[in-house]
Nanobody, 119 residues
């Protein structure tokens, strides 16, 4: 199982970015996919989660209305579209997958991608 994030960049306030999380070793269609972020000197913060099979998506209040999660089954990829970015969105963004293997839940992390929002 592997998760590889990409798409992080330096962007001005009000700008947009789209992060990608390419998964291998399992299907994103049957996993619970989450995004977290971690700003310098802080703990890892939950951003959003989606269950494609369960047709369910949730967002942290801090990003609701600005961020949107989506997926592409053919590419086995989950995306995080981030709009109206603010300096406080600056963080390393991590993809997390909850996958049932051998009848139990297993959780996997990517290495993260840096997002910097600054003027």
């Amino acid at each position: 199982v592997q998760l590889v994030e990409s798409g992080g960049d330096f962007v001005q306030p009000g700008g947009s970015l789209r992060l990608s999380c390419v998964a291998s070793g399992f299907s994103v269609d049957y996993a619970i996919m989450r995004w977290y972020r971690q700003a310098p000197g802080t703990g890892r913060e939950y951003v959003t989660s989606t269950s494609i099979a369960g047709n369910s998506t949730q967002y942290a209040d801090s990003v609701k209305g600005r961020f949107a999660v989506s997926s592409d089954s053919a590419k086995n990829t989950v995306y995080l579209q981030m709009n109206s970015l603010k300096p406080e969105d600056t963080a390393v963004y991590y993809c997390n997958a909850g996958v049932v293997l051998a009848s139990k839940w297993n959780y996997y992390w990517g290495r993260g991608t840096q997002v910097t929002v600054s003027s």
